[in-house]
């Protein structure tokens, strides 16, 4: 089967009637004449995307230049088939607009098909769903690790037994050897988060490599606490040193000597307190004992008022009239607290009396309702039976009346108020005057009862000075408050550096403590590192990602080699994995005379046909029923160009169709070229005469 025509619909801003294929076909002509929208509608056509730009209805999209957009491919078998990708568009509720892309596949002649389901599965069948685009001017100026991914990116490692049991199997078998090390919790926790990276939309090379990525990050993480940990222990160990060490026994000692020169300091503080009460007492009475002998020579029976000795009976008289000046002064304070006290009730009344009276807002909302309502009640809603002018008049006579009762009463407020202002500015001077009779009076009648008791006075002044000697007596004070002080404070001394040694040992305890567990720490993150490390290993390019590139790679080259060898034994092509030095490096080139020649180093024509073999015995190993090759070769000159069509006259004699779009090859090669059809193109995509 191969195509014999193509048809499009606004690809790139062209649509082609029909284009004829030969099987062998070149499209010549400079940028933006239509050579690549030929090779990428065909590649549309065959697999319903562009690899170039991504697999997905919306990514092939973009080549449309309307919002439909059509590929129509024949076949010399008489099957026609072809997609239509179409943009839809939705306008929502709130004005916002949504695009959904989709794409429909159309058969003819049509074998019973229901559905685009269908219409697939027979296209798979008939047509296969592989066809390689391949971009001869960029491959050549590759580099070994971009050459690596393009080759990787067609090839399937499904194919060879890698799918996700068996690489989590193989995972998880490296990981269960570090199981006695790791601890179970944690190693369940690498697991589930190696298990989240798995993405059941990318291939199994893409998950791989995604795995390997993420054991980096964790292993990389894990290095991080282990590095901490370490620098940890290695402080702490620092810190150990520089506090100095002390022994178990030398703690309990200092504890012991601690709680016996506690002991001793609460004795002295106990010794302080007694003696501190004995001086204070000590004082008290010395002061007591003044006072009793100064009072034992004023015991004299005389009363002495204002300076002026006076007798008793004298004193008496006086002290009669005093009391009853007091009793006055008293009764006109009460008089005036009694007298605030109710005018501030009865002006607490009238404000009562307003609030219930004062109904003027009331009126005047019910005023203005009757003057809005048209002559309906706005009450119930009704007519009313009274007039409602008649009604307004009786309110404002009603308002008219309250305003002034409201207003007599507010007069009587204010001048309660402002006799209560009056007495409140009156009872302070009053009382004043009051408490001095008082105080007065009390020493005048103190003086009094002094003076009549003179002879019990003394004999009791006598009695108790003689008790107050002899309690000074018997305070004996043994230290002086500053030795007492001293050894109060040297005894604090010793016990705050008891506490700073107990305190400096706890400390080295706790380090030591701390230096167990960050050694602890450091030896479990270093297993864990250790267990990463390996799983990287298994997963990296020296593990699983080396072995799938092996089992998918070594069968390519087997492929092109059997191509090669069909022509000529002097080629053969060869893939490594390594280099000089065993790391892992991936190149590719020729095997010549027992060494490898890599691509780099080849002519440019050995590179053309390394190139050609390669494209060829891609699409070979995959074997579709319908085996397409589209090239890129727009910077290719004239003579490799020949040489391009040579190699792939030679090797490409298994494909259906080879599609090569150039701007170059225009002088020396005609219409027809070594079986080649060449259709040369303007600007605009139409077809130029070539001969």
Not at 339 to 353: F, M, P, R, S, Y
């Amino acid at each position: 089967m191969k195509l014999t025509s193509i048809k499009t619909e606004n690809v790139k801003g062209r649509s082609i009637d029909s284009q004829p294929l030969t099987g062998r076909d070149i499209f010549l002509g400079p940028n933006g004449s239509g050579k690549s929208t030929r090779l990428e509608a065909v590649m549309a056509g065959i697999l319903g995307y562009v690899p170039r730009l991504g697999k997905t209805v919306g990514d092939t999209f973009k080549l449309a230049s309307d919002k439909k957009m059509g590929v129509r491919l024949d076949t010399d078998t008489g099957l026609s088939f072809g997609r239509d990708f179409e943009e839809v568009r939705t306008r929502h509720k709130d004005g916002s607009v949504s695009f959904k892309f989709q794409q429909k596949i159309t058969i003819a002649p049509n074998n019973g098909e229901k559905n685009d389901t269908e219409r697939a599965a027979r296209l798979d069948k008939e047509v296969g769903n592989f066809s390689v685009m391949f971009d001869l001017d960029s491959f050549m100026n590759q580099t070994d690790t971009e050459q690596k991914s393009f080759i990787f990116g067609l090839v399937d490692p499904e194919q060879h037994g890698w799918d996700r049991d068996r690489i989590n199997y193989d995972m998880l078998q490296v990981m269960s050897k570090h199981s006695g090390n790791v601890e179970e919790k944690q190693m369940d926790e690498f697991k589930r988060d190696l298990g989240r990276v798995w993405n059941a939309n990318i291939p199994v090379q893409d998950n791989v490599a995604a795995l390997y990525e993420r054991a980096k990050e964790i292993r990389s993480g894990i290095n991080e606490i282990k590095r901490k940990k370490s620098a940890a222990k290695e402080e702490l160990l620092l810190t150990k040193q520089r506090i100095g060490q002390q022994s178990a026994a030398d703690l309990s000692q200092l504890r012991i000597r601690l709680a016996a020169q506690e002991k001793l300091a609460a004795e002295l503080g106990a010794k302080k307190s007694a003696e501190h009460v004995m001086r204070v007492q000590m004082l008290a009475n010395r002061q007591r004992e003044a006072k009793l002998v100064k009072d034992l020579a004023n015991a004299s029976g005389e009363v002495i008022v204002d300076g002026i000795p006076m007798t008793v009976k004298d004193a008496g008289v006086r002290l009669d009239v005093m009391q009853k000046s007091l009793a006055e002064a008293t009764r006109q304070v009460n008089a005036i607290r009694d007298g605030i006290e109710k005018d501030k009730n009865a002006a607490h009344a009238i404000a009562l009396e307003i609030s219930k009276v004062d109904r003027r807002r009331e009126l005047q909302t019910l005023g203005q309702s009757l003057t809005n309502s048209q002559g309906v009640c706005p009450t119930c809603g009704s007519k009313p039976s009274v007039d409602p002018k008649i009604k307004i008049d009786q309110l404002k006579k009603e308002y008219a009346d309250i305003a002034t009762k409201v207003k007599e009463l507010q007069k009587s407020k204010e001048a309660l108020e402002a006799s209560i202002e009056t007495l409140s500015k009156t009872l302070p001077i009053s009382t004043e005057a009051m408490n001095k009779f008082d105080v007065s009076t009390r020493a005048l009648a103190k003086s009094i009862i002094t003076a009549e008791a003179s002879a019990q006075v003394k004999a009791n002044i006598n009695s108790e000075l003689a008790s107050v000697r002899a309690t000074i007596s018997g305070l004996a004070v043994t230290t002086s408050e500053e030795e007492i002080n001293a050894q109060v404070n040297a005894v604090t001394e010793e016990v705050g550096k008891l506490k700073t040694s107990i305190k400096v040992q706890e400390e080295m305890n706790t380090i030591l403590t701390k230096f167990d567990d960050a050694k602890i720490g450091a030896m479990q993150a270093e297993k864990e590192f250790e267990m990463l490390e390996d799983v990287c290993l298994k997963l990296g390019p020296r593990g699983m990602q080396g072995m799938i590139l092996r089992d998918a790679i070594l069968p390519l080259q087997e492929k092109v080699n059997s191509i090669l060898t069909s022509i000529s034994g002097a080629y053969q092509l060869q893939f490594t994995f390594e280099d000089k030095n065993e790391k892992e490096s991936f190149q590719m080139g020729w095997r010549r005379d027992g060494q490898m020649v890599p691509f780099s180093s080849l002519s440019g024509g050995e590179k053309i046909l390394f190139s050609s073999a390669l494209a060829i015995g891609l699409v070979l190993l995959k074997n579709p029923p319908l085996k397409v090759l589209c090239i890129e070769a727009a910077e290719i000159d004239e003579e490799n160009f020949k040489k391009l069509l040579d190699s792939l006259s030679l090797l490409g004699q298994a494909m259906d169709n080879i599609l090569i779009a150039t701007c170059h090859g225009w002088r020396g090669i005609t219409s027809q070229y070594n079986g080649w059809n060449v259709v040369g193109l303007y600007n605009q995509g139409a077809v130029a005469n070539v001969a």
